[in-house]
């Protein structure tokens, strides 16, 4: 859970995005919904890493788990329309936090 919220440092950012895409593959519905979660995150902190992550959360579209579609679903809603926000309760900061780039 807190991956997404490391990548707001530029020095962090190539090694907790390989990490959390790593994390697309686990088993367990949990690490993948909060791997989704934090891709999100750095894809609407750093959005000319986008397309890389729009890619690889749509390939989970024939995941088994119901869950998982649902938020897949939910981010890719987030990271292809530029005026979509992401939902209430991925961002663990404070409201328009900005962080310092």
């Given amino acids: 859970m807190i991956l997404g919220h490391l990548s707001l440092s530029p020095d962090h950012l190539p090694d907790v995005t ?9 088993a367990s519905v949990f690490v993948k919904n ?10 609407k902190e750093w959005p000319e890493h986008t397309e890389p992550i729009v890619q690889a ?9 119901v869950a998982i579609r649902t938020w897949m679903h939910k981010a890719l ?18 409201a ?6």
């Fill in 57 to 65: 959360i749509g390939r989970l579209a024939q995941d088994r788990s």
């Fill in 77 to 94: 809603v987030c990271l292809t329309d530029p005026a979509a926000e992401l939902p209430a309760g991925w961002v663990k900061r404070g």
């Fill in 96 to 101: 328009g936090q900005k962080p310092p780039r």
């Fill in 18 to 26: 390989a990490a959390l895409l790593d994390m697309m593959g686990d």
């Fill in 34 to 43: 909060w791997a989704i979660t934090s891709l999100c995150i750095v894809a």
